[in-house]
């Protein structure tokens, strides 16, 4: 079956599975980023991204592509929560990228493994090591120096940030839970999490006031081929950046998806200098940077060498249910 080929991946099958994870995940940064500059409406886009999620997999189970199952209530229900969580995260990191310069939106989002720590031990998963504990404050400590050296700083654009670190964290914990306990493939919680996203996202767009002005803009702007380019890509894209996501936390856990998105970042920070603008260098600003960088790369080192030191029998996360 399709999920237990996913619950036992092979060596192989887990590093394509991170490694296409962080490609699109960095590129659908600089994606985002130009077409909001162009389309400001980020509900609307995430709501269009969404949509088009759904239909390609039900189009898919339907002409024989997948064997992912239809809509079922009670696994609709578990993944709720899911749907709920990765929406906000999305959301507000769509709206911060309206204010926020890619490196330091990358910056902040490398805080996510700090809350992934502080969820596992609010769980009862232990105190984490000197050297984790180490290169998180390092990475916290590199913002702040950045922040302050950020010329473009918007206020609503880094709390918006840190609030889609959160929502981020609760949706990977939620989503390694269900791949390893619920035994539902990538594919299955990708659809499910569209699906159950649309209802949400349309009261939202219409509650907000985007709707029908994002409509219009929409229809306005179908004229430009440019736009019409960066927007299809965008769709293809979010549906490309789901599945791997998804993908990479069943297969491997919610620990490697977040320790996948800080190294990714690394060449993110870099690009993000040159690439869309916007960027006033500032060396409290690199300096900020290349300390949370830094302690970004140490992170990864850190659960490495933890991971390898310990017996397979003892390992914490998802790893352990698949053995």
């Known amino acids: 079956m399709e999920n237990r080929s996913e619950a036992e991946a092979s060596p192989y099958k887990s590093l394509v599975a991170a490694v296409s994870y962080g490609i699109a995940s960095m590129a659908m940064v600089f994606i985002n980023k130009d077409i909001l500059m162009q389309y400001g409406h980020s509900m609307t886009l995430l709501t269009l991204q969404q949509l088009a999620t759904a239909l390609l997999i039900h189009v898919g189970r339907q002409m024989g592509y997948t064997r992912a199952k239809g809509v079922d209530m009670q ?3 578990i993944l709720l929560p899911v749907s709920l969580f990765y929406n906000a995260n999305v959301a507000f990191a769509l709206a911060s990228l309206k204010g926020v310069n890619i490196p330091m939106y990358i910056a902040i989002k490398r805080l996510t493994p700090l809350a992934v720590l502080i969820a596992g031990f609010s769980s009862g998963k232990g105190k984490p090591t000197t050297q984790v504990t ?36 609760m949706y990977l914990v939620l989503v390694e839970r269900s791949g390893a306990e619920d ?26 006031g985007e709707f029908p002005n994002s409509l219009a803009l929409l229809f306005a702007k179908s004229n430009s081929f440019s736009f019409l380019v960066i927007l299809v890509i965008s769709l293809v894209m979010g549906i490309v950046l ?68 310990k017996p397979p029998k003892q390992v914490l996360d998802v790893e352990a249910h698949r053995k």
């Not at 400590?141 to 940030?161: E, K, N, P, R, T």
């Not at 690439?275 to 290349?290: D, M, S, W």
Request: glycine share 10%; charged share 5%; with cysteine.
């Open 75 to 77: 696994t609709a229900k």
């Open 134 to 169: 180490l290169s998180v404050l390092l990475i916290a400590a590199g913002v702040i120096i950045a922040a302050l050296g950020d010329f473009s700083f918007d206020l609503l654009g880094y709390g918006m940030a840190l609030t889609s670190v959160f929502f981020q964290t």
């Open 183 to 208: 035994g539902l493939s990538s594919i299955e919680i990708m659809f499910y999490n569209s699906f159950l996203s649309l209802p949400f996202l349309i009261f939202l767009i219409i509650t907000t």
């Open 242 to 309: 789901n599945f791997t996501m998804f993908l990479c936390t069943i297969v491997n856990s919610a620990l490697t998806t977040t320790i996948v998105g800080v190294l990714k970042g690394v060449g993110s920070t870099t690009l993000g200098f040159v690439i869309l603008g916007g960027v006033e260098v500032h060396a409290l600003n690199v300096t900020g940077l290349v300390i949370n960088t830094a302690g970004g790369v140490w992170y990864s080192y850190a659960k490495y060498q933890q991971k390898m030191s």
